[in-house]
């Protein structure tokens, strides 16, 4: 059974989302409240640019990475104004705990971003070996 890139990364994100949240009730920090809302937008945030990514790959292939940046820069804004929010001063050693789950996230988008590029290259690769 082969799961599909889409998948891998989701999975990968809640492996991630567990991991954190594991050892975030280990080291007994408090501030659940705050943990529990900033990973609630930090997974939607990610839904959407996985969701969007394969829009764009199904409707302009070609514009995948320009996509995926642009998609980063909104994803950052929204980030900046929900953190001045959220209070994250409050929590114990703040930017460890909410910049390396972004961190991550960021870099499984990345690589599910590089995958569509990889997948629509190589099929760009065939219909050019068809053409000649």
């Known amino acids: 059974m082969k799961i599909s890139a889409t998948t891998f990364y989701v999975i990968l994100y809640f492996l991630m989302l567990l991991a954190h949240l594991g050892l975030w009730k ?15 937008f930090l997974t939607l945030l990610f839904v959407m640019v996985i969701t969007v990514l394969t829009i764009i790959r199904r409707m302009f292939p070609k514009y995948i990475g320009f996509g995926f940046m642009g998609l980063v820069m909104v994803k950052m804004m929204a980030l900046f104004i929900v953190m001045n929010q959220l209070d994250l001063s409050a929590v ?5 705990h909410f910049a390396i789950p972004y961190l991550v996230s960021l870099l499984l988008e990345t690589l599910y971003a590089v995958k569509l590029i990889q997948i629509e290259d190589k099929g760009a690769a065939e219909k050019d070996e068809k053409n000649q």
């Open 26 to 40: 280990y080291l007994e920090i408090g501030h659940d409240l705050v943990f529990l809302r900033y990973y609630i």
């Open 92 to 96: 114990p050693n703040y930017k460890m």
